[in-house]
């Protein structure tokens, strides 16, 4: 279990203190005899790499000037130091000091953290840490300032850098001893002269600024200001306080609360009896979704009042469909001196119970459910008028009831079809252009722009044998089965496509027959499809209309809408002198957009686009031959051959 409590050392330190059962650390480490002061100090050695390393350490040079020096008993012959090796993992504790993000230590030179505690008879003081951050020291700045991710909201001030340093547990060495003496060779017994330290005396810390920093005949020397002064016990207050998520068996959602010996009733009578003690509490919950091991937004929640009140949750989950969890952190705040007990807990959602929670909801079966009939009205008439339509048919109208609803429903447009290729070369098939990758350009009018493309992978004709005695029905197909019996599916397990073969095109002539197919590119798992206008400091995203009802993904056909109050910012891009556009396809989940197909634009209100359309009536009107006949008041008009 973790456990943290948070002091406000300064204004602009904040001091966390974390206890984690599942923290062990096995690393070599120094013992630091001080002579003068009879005091004793551990420290990791130098290539273990740890923050509180024995070149971090600060000595006490002269008490009175609060004058330290670096450790080292090269330098100074009143220290001695000791190697040990430590086999075993063992639990450490950690001391963050978190600063803001914008801090940057103002005028102080940097800062310094002592961590001690005392021996078992409570007469000498052991030292646990005495570690100094110096900034001008940039090695030390890059590596050992970290950068909060994300920054902590806490008291008001978001904290977004912070130092770590870690030192062996007073809680688990002050336990090692046998017969009420300390194990020989245990750090308990190595850094204590073999007393042991005290296991009822709480962990004490002094935290200061530097003030100045010295340097003579290459030896560094500090001058602090006095430290603040503050302790925790060695082992977290209050163990059986903590937090609860569970699902609510009434509903899709979960029960967040807090809870003291196992009850959130309890919960409020901690605080309540606290309270009478001189502490007034409140409780701010933040409630963190994860979707496979990516963080999402945090939600926080403040609670004055009825503490044994559950807040009620239900996630969004938006992207995984495989893990997801909440988390929760539950910070206990004291109002009096901001002083902060930490309780964390976490919730892991199962495949089936992730379709309760996804963005969209899990469907309804409407197996057996009643089809309601509908009918369109005749075009240009009322409703009355197409109820007189039914009755000249003989419809019985009492089928309608009282009860007569107007249903919109999706509606065709006339526009053209931009049949385009996911490949570089063009096809023309059936008199169909088919244009590859880049080459196709489309007109932008100044008012709302439909846009219809047909996506393929691609168009060939395959020629196949005559049958040596077809036999051929002749039907005549109605409007309404024309497009059914013009294309027949074609389902092609090796691509990701969905294949079309064309009518055969007869060759009547000959033993042989072509057929056209067509490759359409499946969109159905392209994720989200979009057009973009795109020059280097602008963009326009249009997504997908539906209201069409002629989307149809699996075969490649994708419209879109641009809005006429879009149509300047898209002139703007085409003035820019760079006219493309882009059919995107965009991963949720990763966040990573690609580029289905590319290619020109051409606003119809521009000079350009006046230009082409005068050459083109030009070229198609330079071979026109026109014969007048005045008296009769009519010409004829004919194009010569070439």
């Not at 923050?51 to 600060?58: E, P």
């Not at 609670?303 to 969004?316: G, L, M």
């Not at 013009?486 to 064309?502: C, E, G, H, P, Q």
Request: proline share 4%; charged share 20%.
């Amino acid at each position: 279990m973790k456990t943290s409590k948070f002091v406000q050392l300064d204004p602009k330190v904040l001091m966390e203190y974390i206890y984690e059962d599942s923290f062990l650390t096995s690393e070599n480490y120094i013992v630091t005899h001080n002579l003068t002061e009879d005091m004793r100090s551990f420290a990791p050695k130098d290539n273990i790499g740890s923050n509180n390393r024995y070149s971090n350490q600060l000595v006490s040079l002269d008490p009175v000037l609060n004058k330290y020096g670096i450790r080292s008993s090269e330098n100074y012959n009143f220290l001695q130091d000791r190697e040990y090796t430590q086999n075993l993992p063992l639990k450490y504790d950690r001391v963050k000091l978190h600063f803001p993000i914008d801090f940057s230590f103002d005028d102080y030179v940097g800062c310094y953290l002592r961590v001690f505690v005392m021996d078992y008879d409570n007469t000498n003081l052991i030292n646990l840490s005495s570690y100094y951050f110096d900034k001008q020291n940039q090695d030390r700045f890059n590596s050992e300032l970290q950068l909060s991710s994300p920054p902590n909201t806490l008291n008001g001030r978001l904290w977004g850098k912070y130092i770590e340093i870690a030192y062996p547990a007073p809680s688990v060495i002050s336990l090692q001893r046998t017969n009420n003496i300390a194990n020989s060779n245990s750090i308990n017994y190595n850094i204590s002269g073999g007393i042991g330290i005290s296991n009822t005396a709480p962990v004490m810390m002094e935290f200061g600024y530097i003030t100045k920093k010295d340097e003579i005949n290459n030896i560094i020397t500090y001058l602090l200001r006095a430290p603040y002064q503050t302790s925790v016990p060695q082992t977290p207050d209050y163990e059986n306080l903590s937090i609860t998520i569970e699902p609510n068996s009434d509903g899709d959602w979960f029960d967040i609360y807090g809870t003291y010996n196992g009850t959130s009733a309890e919960f409020n009578t901690w605080i309540q009896l606290e309270k009478k003690s001189g502490k007034s509490y409140y409780v701010e919950y933040v409630i963190t979704m994860f979707e496979e091991n990516i963080k999402g937004k945090s939600m926080n929640i403040v609670i004055n009042s009825d503490f044994n009140e559950k807040v009620e949750y239900r996630p969004i989950v938006k992207y995984s469909s495989t893990t997801s969890a909440i988390e929760v952190v539950m910070r206990v705040i004291d109002k009096v001196d901001s002083s902060i007990i930490t309780r964390r807990s976490s919730y892991g959602l199962l495949p089936d119970e992730i379709s309760k929670y996804s963005r969209s909801l899990v469907r309804i079966n409407v197996d057996g459910t009643k089809t309601p009939k509908i009918y369109n009205l005749r075009s240009g008439g009322s409703m009355f008028d197409a109820f007189d339509g039914l009755n000249n048919r003989k419809f019985n109208l009492d089928i309608f009831g009282d009860d007569i609803q107007t249903v919109k429903v999706p509606y065709p447009l006339l526009v053209n079809m931009n049949s385009i290729l996911a490949k570089t070369e063009s096809a023309v098939v059936g008199g169909t252009i088919w244009r590859g990758f880049g080459k196709l350009k489309i007109i932008v009018d100044p008012f709302d722009n439909i846009f219809k493309f047909t996506l393929a992978k691609d168009v060939r004709t395959v020629t196949y044998q005559k049958p040596s005695a077809p036999t051929t029905t002749s039907t005549t197909p109605t409007a309404s089965s024309l497009s059914e019996s013009s294309f027949s599916t074609v389902s092609d397990t090796n691509t990701n496509t969905n294949s079309r073969l064309a009518s055969p095109i007869q060759n009547n002539t000959g033993g042989t027959y072509n057929k056209v197919i067509i490759d359409y590119f499946n969109l159905l798992n392209a994720g989200t499809i979009n057009l973009y206008f795109k020059d280097h400091s602008r963009s326009i995203i249009t997504s997908l209309y539906r209201k069409t009802g002629e989307i149809d993904l699996k075969n490649g056909t994708v419209v879109f809408k641009l809005d006429k109050g879009k149509v300047n910012d898209v002139r703007q891009i085409y003035e820019s002198g760079i006219n493309m556009f882009y059919i995107t396809s965009t991963n949720e989940e990763t966040d990573e957009t690609t580029v289905i197909y590319e290619g020109t634009f051409i606003m119809s209100d521009s000079i350009d686009y006046v230009e082409e359309m005068s050459d083109i009536f030009s070229s198609e009107n330079a071979d026109v031959e026109i014969i007048r006949d005045d008296q009769k008041e009519t010409a004829i008009v004919t194009r010569r051959s070439i």
